[in-house]
């Protein structure tokens, strides 16, 4: 019912920016939460930051500060402006979306990745 697609990932050198987009499709009336999730090489997938419909907006400690999760409900679509980056950052950024906090994760819905590099 949902289809998540994600672009703007790519390499950039250590302290630079980068801005991610994921735009929603099909039933987004059900879409309540946004998210973005990363996984790094030989790493678990971790939660990077969460906006709820009310742009109520929360941050893994690692990109607090760096980082800035945002969203355009009349267009579907959830960013992720990261500044500041550094080569820990490096890894494939995925988009997460459900109605429920507490299952998104497991039973949302989720994007095909975009890749984020990040250069000494």
Known sequence: QVQLVESGGGLVQAGGSLRL???ASGSTFSILHMGWYRQAQGKQRELV???????YATYVESVKGRFTISRDNAKNLVYLQMNSLKPE???????????????????????????????S
């Open 21 to 23: 987009s994921c735009v």
């Open 49 to 55: 930051a969460r906006i709820s419909s009310s742009a």
């Open 89 to 119: 950052d490096t890894a494939v950024y995925y988009c997460n979306a459900g109605p429920n906090i507490a299952t998104m994760y497991s039973m949302g819905y989720w994007g095909n990745g975009t890749l984020v590099t990040v250069s």
